[in-house]
């Protein structure tokens, strides 16, 4: 199966700083980007899709000032937390599909971010 | 909205079977998907299924649909230690589209 990276796997960061994590496509062209966010012993929950070279469409309730993303290229999508603060402490997870119509989405293994 | 359930926790014997139980509410789901998260890692798709089959076979594992009644199973045969892990269901109303997930059902070995 297609391979999505995702960096760093983990990170503690200050509160009040940004953190900047990372979702690579490695061998194939994602078109679409899906942001997840899990809190512990919890689902996964959407917080947007992402589409090559247009604005990310942010699900209700994510505050999209706080939660950038960016999809510039047809292999990278970044995710930044602005101003994080502890209560975003989270795992969050990408994943890809290319052309419409693509059965199933490739994940990341994942950022555990830990906001101190 | 979309609401996906599960049972939150399932423990068996190393050789039995596992059953995990799904249900959905939204009519409109087109694909159904089972995933397996291990501690600390993303998520891997084991198998998914179309809504308009009944059963999808894939190896030891086992998809079961009853559209009517919104129900999605997923059953391990000769369960390994190694299955220990939580499984999701999802669902999507369209090939490739957003995930709508359920909460997780942790999976116990014993050996």
């Known amino acids: 199966g297609a391979v999505v990276s995702q960096h760093p796997s983990w990170v503690i960061c200050k509160s009040g700083t940004s953190v900047k994590i990372e979702c690579r496509s490695l061998d194939f062209q994602a078109t679409t980007m899906f942001w997840y966010r899990q809190f512990p012993k919890q689902s996964l929950m959407l917080m947007a899709t992402?589409?090559?070279?247009?604005?990310?469409?942010?699900e209700q309730g994510v505050e999209k000032d706080k939660f950038l993303i960016n999809h510039a290229s047809l292999t990278l999508s970044t995710l930044t937390v602005t101003s994080a603060h502890p209560e975003d402490s989270s795992f969050y997870i990408c994943?890809?599909?290319?052309?419409?119509?693509?059965?199933?989405?490739?994940f990341g293994q994942g950022t555990r971010l830990t906001v101190v | 909205g979309e609401d996906v359930e599960q049972s939150l926790f399932l423990s068996v014997r190393e050789g039995d079977s596992s059953v995990i139980n799904c249900t959905y509410t939204?009519?409109?789901?087109?694909?159904l998907y089972w995933y397996k998260q291990e501690p600390g890692a993303g998520l891997q798709l084991l198998t998914y299924i179309f809504s308009n089959m009944d059963m999808k076979q894939d190896q030891r594992l086992t998809v079961l649909l009853n559209k009517k009644d919104k129900h999605l199973s997923l059953r391990i045969a000769d369960t390994q230690t190694g299955d220990s892990a939580i499984y999701f269901c999802?669902?999507?109303?369209?090939?490739?589209?957003?995930?709508?997930f359920g909460g997780g059902t942790r999976v116990l070995v014993k050996p």
């Open positions: 992402s589409n090559e070279g247009s604005k990310a469409t942010y």
């Open positions: 999802a669902e999507s109303q369209a090939a490739g589209n957003k995930l709508t």
């Open positions: 939204d009519s409109s789901s087109t694909y």
């Open positions: 994943s890809a599909r290319t052309r419409t119509g693509m059965t199933e989405a490739f």
